[in-house]
Nanobody, 124 residues
Framework: VQLQASGGGLVQAGGSLRLSCAASGRTFSSYAVGWFRQAPGKVREFVATISWSGGSTFYADSVKGRFTISRDNAGNTVYLQMNALKPEDTAVYHC??????????????????WGQGTLVTVSS
């Protein structure tokens, strides 16, 4: 599977961005998709994930209420709407697909396929 993340950029604190993750090469609709982020000098961390059907979503506590993950299976795309952005949200954001179908997980180690990442910079 190939994943292409896009939509990052520079935004002021309090602003919004929408990230996209376009997938190809797999039965996309059978797999959950997760978003993770890695800030400079920090480990990669879980942000959000959405089940294969879109019926279940999970968020890190740090983004709950501000970020919304959604998917368009017909278009093989997953979105991450990010509102009320904070400087601490600055990171490279990666989308990923787990190895097992029909499995929704927050564990980074469960994800086998990763996109190249898109940089989000939030200025104060």
């Amino acid at each position: 599977v190939q994943l292409q993340a896009s939509g990052g950029g520079l935004v002021q604190a309090g602003g919004s961005l929408r990230l996209s993750c376009a997938a190809s090469g797999r039965t996309f609709s059978s797999y959950a998709v997760g978003w993770f982020r890695q800030a400079p000098g920090k480990v990669r961390e879980f942000v959000a994930t959405i089940s294969w059907s879109g019926g279940s979503t999970f968020y890190a506590d740090s983004v709950k209420g501000r970020f919304t993950i959604s998917r368009d299976n017909a278009g093989n795309t997953v979105y991450l709407q990010m509102n009320a952005l904070k400087p601490e949200d600055t990171a490279v954001y990666h989308c990923a697909v787990p190895a097992r179908p029909l499995t929704t997980t927050r564990r980074l180690d469960d994800y086998d396929y990763w996109g190249q990442g898109t940089l989000v910079t939030v200025s104060s």
